[in-house]
T-cell receptor, first 113, second 115 residues
Framework: AQSVTQLDSQVPVFEEAPVELRCNYS??????LFWYVQYPNQGLQLLLK??????LVKGINGFEAEFNKSQTSFHLRKPSVHISDTAEYFC???????????FGPGTRLSVLP | DTGVSQDPRHKITKRGQNVTFRCDPI?????LYWYRQTLGQGPEFLTY????????KSRLLSDRFSAERPKGSFSTLEIQRTEQGDSAMYLC?????????????FGPGTRLLVL
């Protein structure tokens, strides 16, 4: 069964610093991976997704993620964060073409001035 | 189309009462999903529809929960005899079934508080 872990529950970082949010998955079948962002009092918004092909996926708002099959990871990165990036970030996986989503517990990114 | 909408955004009820939430998906999307999100956790899958057919239900969906999508458009999620443990954010998402990877688009959620 698919499972997704996010080891960091909270990540504080100063504005304009780089950030990496970690995500690891487990699956014995083909895997599809997503990162969603949830701003306060809002719904989840898709940042990026990985299906196949290039292991480096670029998303919105300057975020990117790299699929690493050998390490079963899909870490999210941004070279320079802004205050407005403060939000909850969820990694999610699916083993069935986008159905059967399993979400990680989330990482709260706090960007400090 | 402005995306997935949910109504109400907030609901406060007393234990034992019934509540019903509504979700309006993106108009051309044929799949609709319900999730529950508790504080500090990621969303947990509850159930999903393809058109009007309910194809999968999570074991989290007890007998007190029922979901419908009668015409393959909007959906309702009803919780009967609410319990304090039902307090959570209930999220709806929709997607378009196709050959490529589906993307689920989420609504803003309905926050339920059971007193």
């Amino acid at each position: 069964a698919q499972s997704v872990t996010q080891l960091d529950s909270q990540v504080p970082v100063f504005e304009e610093a780089p950030v990496e949010l970690r995500c690891n998955y487990s699956s014995s079948v083909s895997v599809y991976l997503f990162w969603y962002v949830q701003y306060p009092n809002q719904g989840l918004q898709l940042l990026l997704k990985y299906l196949s092909g290039s292991t480096l996926v670029k998303g919105i708002n300057g975020f990117e993620a790299e699929f690493n099959k050998s390490q079963t990871s899909f870490h999210l990165r941004k070279p320079s964060v802004h205050i407005s990036d403060t939000a909850e970030y969820f990694c999610a996986g699916s083993d069935n073409y986008g159905q059967n989503f399993v979400f990680g517990p989330g990482t709260r990114l706090s960007v400090l001035p | 189309d402005t995306g997935v909408s949910q109504d109400p955004r907030h609901k406060i009820t007393k234990r034992g009462q019934n509540v019903t939430f509504r979700c309006d998906p993106i108009s051309e999307h044929n799949r609709l999903y319900w999730y529950r999100q508790t504080l500090g956790q990621g969303p947990e899958f509850l159930t999903y529809f393809q058109n009007e057919a309910q194809l999968e239900k999570s074991r989290l969906l007890s007998d007190r929960f029922s979901a419908e999508r009668p015409k393959g458009s909007f959906s309702t999620l009803e919780i009967q005899r609410t319990e304090q443990g039902d307090s959570a954010m209930y999220l709806c998402a929709s997607s378009l079934q196709g050959l490529l990877l589906e993307t689920q688009y989420f609504g803003p959620g309905t926050r339920l508080l059971v007193l």
